[in-house]
């Protein structure tokens, strides 16, 4: 599957919002399973939300606030994240998976990024 490259973090104020950039080898979104996790210091890995190649999305605890797409010509996948709060401050990571339904388990993806830092302060 190749390098994931992650792209688009930073330290931002309570109420803004980003957008998260994971730039895949060619055609990689296209026939793959893509998913964003996130770890916070001194917590386990936790999913955020996955798009399949078909483009069907599955959003972890932390719904309403994000928005997972992907640009299959780019091979790119973002994540939109609005009304950011200090809780959300951790490494936010790209995973792609075998295709079919994506899972929420970090161990059933085999292909990760290096992880973007996103500091939110109150």
């Known amino acids: 599957q190749g390098q994931l490259v992650e792209s688009g973090g930073g330290l931002v104020q309570a109420g803004d919002s980003l957008r998260l950039s994971c730039t895949a080898p060619r055609r990689t979104t296209m026939w793959y399973n893509m998913a964003w996790f996130r770890q916070a210091p001194g917590k386990e890995r936790e999913f955020v939300a996955a798009?399949?190649?078909?483009?069907?999305r599955t959003y972890g605890s932390v719904k309403g606030r994000l928005t997972i797409s992907k640009d299959d010509a780019q091979s790119q996948v973002y994540l939109q994240m609005t009304n950011l709060q200090p809780e959300d401050t951790a490494v936010y990571y790209c995973?792609?998976?075998?295709?079919?339904?994506?899972?929420?388990?970090?161990?059933?993806?085999?292909?990760w990024g290096q992880g973007t830092q996103v500091t939110v302060s109150s």
């Open positions: 995973a792609a998976s075998q295709p079919g339904n994506p899972s929420e388990v970090a161990s059933s993806y085999a292909n």
């Open positions: 798009i399949s190649r078909t483009g069907s």
